[in-house]
């Protein structure tokens, strides 16, 4: 069986039923319901805060994983109703890099391309790579998922040259240090 209507043109008693037999449901997508209960124009906020509840209690391993797939949406279904500073927002992130760094360590995934970070998305709506699957670090992606625990190959090559640089002053002051204990010893001999 179909919905066979997009979420956001649901009404409350709509979404109630459906997320009540979401196993009936072959089009039914966790990530459409979270996202639709953003973009409903046809609910209150009050009606938004419980049908959020309502998914929580059916869903909310998938609403955790959201952070990875979709932070933008985890972060506005998540502060529904709140009004933010810009401390709080720039927390919320944190957070979520936190999280997102948590959840790729304990599903034990090595890539980071999928979800938003996967597809092309400058915000320009007429741009024709919009929607383009693309590889991590390629110069069209706009954003992509990064930890201050990575290893970052440029700094490798920039702890290699340091210690190489410190290698080299040492022997030059050790050489040197040995030419003034062989002129001492030259001074020496040259006074007895």
Known sequence: MKIGVKFSQ?????????????????????????????ENDKLDLDAKIAIRGL??????????????????????????GETLTVADKRQLWENVRTNQ???????RIKHRNFGIYSKHDCGYADCYYN?????????IAESNMHFDSDNHSWSKQLKSDRQQIEKRKLRDSQTALKSEIEI???LEELTE
């Open 10 to 38: 649901l009404t409350y008693s709509e979404y109630v039923r459906i997320i009540e037999n979401h196993q009936k449901y072959t089009d039914f997508n966790v990530l459409g319901l979270y996202r639709s209960i953003v």
């Open 55 to 80: 998914a929580h209690n059916r869903f909310i391993k998938s609403f955790e994983f959201l952070q990875l797939k979709d932070p933008d949406t985890y972060i506005q279904v998540s502060t529904l």
């Open 101 to 107: 760094e948590k959840i790729l360590k304990d599903k």
């Open 131 to 139: 929607g383009i699957m693309i590889h991590r670090g390629s110069r």
């Open 184 to 186: 001492d010893r030259e």
